[in-house]
């Protein structure tokens, strides 16, 4: 039983607790000792193979009133992400509704670090009130540091209600020492697992079924030392034999010996169809009937074998030759670990090397055949069949990356030899979609590179099919739309379309979106809605999240047209259809939108709510999102005057970036550091961030934050003739680039840039026309942030227009944002109002007047009415009143002579 369709395909047979045999013999002193040591958070088995480890903890929890989850690991359990996937599984096969946090943080593209992982497991896990039982069995297979460290944070701090028990070959590097010493740790080992004289007297009657001589006893436990596994294999070679005598005076000394002689023994007492099916399987890991029969050989020449599968498993279950199953139905089994090495070697010294990997390639044939892929996989390259794991992997890929499976791809390109894969155009292109999976953009340009020189130098016939040629086309056409060449994104792309197989749905929509977002860089905005729209219309056949794809597409687009309303509405579907099918990534991008677009509509109640959700789901699904949902969510709080929120927020972005080595990340989130420290008053921070900042070339923007956009700020702040010329070089190219490629998101602040800089330089009609410009852009969206974040200089600005009865509604909309707006209120209060203004200005207001109710109190002093001042300043009567309640309210006034009277007293207002 296999998950192969989940995001990460689970063996569930892995998640059964071995069942008890019927004749094994019960060892109440250990079973004592694991009850009365059930407070403590762990219980480490270590000893050899074969003394009864597995026994004994299935024996304890089958007879334990606690939930018991059971997790068999083996070899291919290395990954964290695997082994997370199994650990959780586990716990859900008696807790369904815990760990889901933990495990969504696994469908992402790149793992979160690892502390974070373990703090968010030990919180899932923290959610478990009654106490419970988890059995880590065969722990020793398991050789990644991420894993033990893992366990190690766990061990750490344990959840009060989990009973970890690690069975092991050898002691793992867990923190034991600490453990020991606080007495959170109980261990059975080697000592206490060898039978006695009398246990070995009792064992040995029950497996045989008849009383046994002391001195045979006495024979079997000197040679065997107590092991158990040696005492069963011994006890069936004597079962119904008449020559004991021999047999035991044959067993070699040294018992590292003996199960080598008595498996021999048992052996060639099996029936010779048995022998075959025994020693065919012998390289499963795990086997079921059909398997069994796929694979036997009869005597070791061609044919197949005389009984069925079916019939092989009974009788294995009937002599309790060390079979083990592993679901309810036993439809699956494995052998005892130590009966399996022993096979094996007996296999090694009856068959030729190539024999054993012609078994190897029928078990990989029989795994592939029934979509069992990692066992296949595992298979062909134990026989060094190269060319049928590279099939495998060629002919599998397309279903892995539907399901959105990548890191299973991952892992896949990991097993493969290195230098097969570079000589192989598909696997290059498949490695090339990973890395734009994962956002490795270089690594995806240089793997494009290796294609076309393979191409270029042994022919297009290298590229085996259309549709590959295709998917290389679709790879290309993304280039060169991140290198700004629209029209040559939109032959490539409409090309790749025509070659690419309708049924490789992740291909496709990747290839539609690129379409989609060139036309919408030459200004065909029609053409790139059509084609999403369109393709929405057939998505009848395909997933939901290829549907949620290309809606994620209509909202990009929407983004950089500044189509703030459509993109509200889009996001609010999309976000819809994540709720409705458990979407995780389309949840996160949805509230990603939602909140950048209320952000700039200067809605940032609404926008604080979406994106923190975004930052939460997004740390676990992509990480641009969680980037740039971080850095929006830190202006959210900034402007809302939370400054230690704004911070945390923009530290968690650079802890994420140390942790991960992601050296790109660290540059963009020290440029957002310095965009905060700029809006926080620490312009020296900023300006030696600015000093030592080098520009990346220019490329198409998507998403939220720009550094290029903080550097320029800087640098108009520093008020330089040097910082002014850097500052209107760098912004020139960004209005050339962004014009050309049409992100009128980006030029929206571009333009508000330049017309302060042309103004603070007395460029004043250069400026109003750039001011102008990004009016016309921001309008239609209803976009009211752009302004306010760059502050007093911008206010002035616009003030202008409303002093020489040129501004439009917007801009007094705009306007009285302004006059509401904490952040600004902090950065435009009147030095009048400041502790050096006067003898009565030792007061300071707690809540200072923001500039609009400054103003609207010098029109007051002389006995203006509502209406009058509303004339004056181009606002509603209604508003006026609105900032007189204000004014009375923050002044301790009850009419407007008093608050009047009160702004002299403060040097608020003053008589000069």
């Known amino acids: 039983m296999s998950d192969e369709n989940a995001p990460i395909p689970l063996t569930r047979t892995k998640l059964h607790r071995p069942q008890v045999a019927g004749d094994h013999l019960h060892r109440q002193r250990l079973v004592d000792r694991l009850d009365q040591r059930l407070h403590r958070p762990l219980t480490l088995i270590s000893a050899p ?24 690991l083996d070899d291919s359990d290395n990954d964290l992400r695997l082994f997370l996937a199994y650990f959780i599984a586990a716990i859900q096969s008696i807790f369904p509704h815990i760990g889901s946090t933990t495990r969504n943080y696994l469908k992402a593209t790149n793992l979160p670090p690892e502390a974070l992982l373990a703090n968010t497991l030990l919180n899932d896990l923290d959610q478990i009130k009654g106490n419970y039982i988890l059995v880590l069995d065969d722990y020793h297979l398991i050789t990644d540091k991420k894993i033990h460290d893992l366990l190690s944070t766990i061990l750490s701090h344990p959840p009060g209600a989990m009973h970890l028990v690690v069975a092991t070959r050898r002691d793992p590097p867990l923190p034991m020492m600490e453990l020991r010493a606080r007495g959170q740790m109980t261990e059975i080992r080697v000592q206490d ?29 000197k040679k065997t030392e107590g092991w158990v596994a040696g005492l069963r294999l011994a006890a069936l070679s004597l079962r119904e034999r008449t020559d004991v005598d021999r047999i035991l005076g044959n067993l070699p000394d040294d018992n590292r010996y003996v199960m080598d002689y008595i498996v021999s023994e048992v052996l060639s007492r099996q029936p010779p169809a048995i022998q075959d099916y025994l020693l065919s399987t012998a390289l499963l890991n795990r086997f079921c009937a059909p398997l069994c029969e796929a694979i036997c050989t009869a005597g070791w020449e061609p044919g197949t074998c005389s009984i069925t599968g079916s019939e092989f498993i009974e009788q294995l279950e009937k002599s309790n030759l060390f079979v083990i199953p592993l679901d309810d139905q036993r439809r699956w089994y494995r052998y005892h670990h130590l009966f399996q090495q022993l096979l094996q070697r007996q296999l090694e010294k009856r068959i030729r090397p190539g024999e054993i990997a012609a078994l190897h390639k029928k078990a990989g044939s029989w795994f592939f055949q029934n979509d069992l892929l990692d066992e296949a996989l595992h298979h062909f390259l134990a026989a060094g069949d190269i060319t049928a794991a590279i099939n495998l992997v060629k002919q599998s890929r ?12 991952d892992r896949w390109f990991g097993l493969l030899p290195q230098e097969a894969v570079e000589q192989d155009p598909e696997l290059l292109i498949a490695k090339a979609w990973l890395a734009e999976n994962r956002l490795q953009i270089p690594e995806m340009i240089k793997l494009i590179d290796q294609v076309e020189a393979i191409v270029a130098s042994k022919g297009s016939q290298v590229l085996s099919s259309a549709g590959l040629a295709g998917e290389l086309g679709a790879l290309k056409a993304a280039r060169f739309y991140m290198e700004g060449v629209g029209e040559k994104a939109i032959s490539l792309s409409q090309e790749a379309l025509e070659k690419i197989s309708l049924h490789h749905a992740s291909e496709r929509a990747f290839a539609l979106l690129v379409l989609s977002f060139a036309y919408q ?10 084609v999403l729209y369109n393709a929405l219309e057939q998505a009848a056949a395909y997933s939901q999240t290829y549907r949620s794809r290309l809606m994620f597409g209509l909202c990009f687009i929407s983004w950089l047209e500044t189509d703030l309303p459509g993109l509200l509405q889009m996001a609010a579907k999309v976000l819809d259809l994540g709720s409705k099918h458990d979407l995780l990534e389309s949840i996160s991008f949805a509230d990603y939108f939602l909140g950048i677009a209320h952000y700039r509509r200067n809605e940032v109640e609404i926008a604080e709510k979406h994106l923190v959700s975004a930052v939460k789901e997004g740390r676990a699904i992509n990480i641009n999102t969680f980037v740039h949902s971080s850095y929006a969510l830190a202006l959210t709080f900034q402007v809302q005057g939370r400054q230690a929120e704004a911070q ?12 991960t080595g992601n050296s790109a990340l660290v540059q963009t989130a020290r440029a957002f550091h310095a965009e905060l ?5 620490r312009s020296p921070e900023a300006l030696r961030w600015a000093q030592g900042y080098e520009p990346e070339p220019l490329a198409p923007m998507l998403r939220f934050y720009l550094p290029h956009l903080t550097w320029t700020k800087v640098l108009l702040a520093q008020n330089t003739d040097t910082a002014r010329r850097k500052a209107a070089d760098m912004l020139d190219k960004m209005s050339v680039f962004f014009t050309s490629t049409r992100n009128l998101a980006v030029l929206i602040d571009v333009k508000l840039r330049q017309a302060l800089l042309w103004d603070g330089q007395g460029e004043k009609e250069t400026a109003r026309d750039a001011l102008q410009q990004a009016i016309a852009l921001a309008q239609p969206g209803g976009q009211i942030r752009p302004f306010l974040d760059l502050g007093s200089p911008m206010a002035e600005l616009l003030g202008r227009l409303v002093d020489e009865n040129i501004a ?36 300071v207001l707690f809540d200072p007047l923001t500039r609009r109710e400054i103003e609207i109190l010098r029109f007051m002093s002389p006995g203006l009415t509502n209406k009058e001042i509303a004339a004056k300043l181009f606002i509603s009567p209604e508003t006026v009143k609105k900032h007189t309640q204000s004014i009375y309210r923050k ?8 608050a009047v009277d009160r702004a002299y007293q403060l040097g608020i207002l003053s008589t000069g």
């Open 49 to 72: 193979a074969g003394y009864g480890k597995s026994t004994l903890a299935s024996c304890w929890v089958e007879r334990s009133n606690l939930p018991c989850a059971w997790l068999s």
């Open 193 to 221: 697992l060898r039978f006695s004289a009398g246990e070995v007297t009792l064992f040995l009657q029950q497996v045989m079924g008849m009383q046994v001589d002391d001195r045979i006893a006495a024979v079997l436990e």
């Open 398 to 409: 397309h279903h892995v990356t539907d399901q959105e499976q990548w890191h299973r791809l």
């Open 521 to 530: 860089m030459t200004g065909s905005l029609r053409d790139a809605q059509t």
């Open 648 to 659: 945390e927020v923009a530290g968690s972005v650079m802890d994420h970036a140390l942790k």
């Open 677 to 681: 420290a700029d809006r926080q008053g």
């Open 808 to 843: 439009s509604e917007y801009i007094m909309q705009v306007m009285e944002a302004f006059d509401s707006d904490k952040a600004f209120a902090q950065s435009a209060l009147p030095e009048e109002i400041g502790p050096a203004a006067g003898p009565a200005s030792a007061e």
């Open 891 to 898: 002044l301790k006034a009850s009419n407007r002579r008093q």
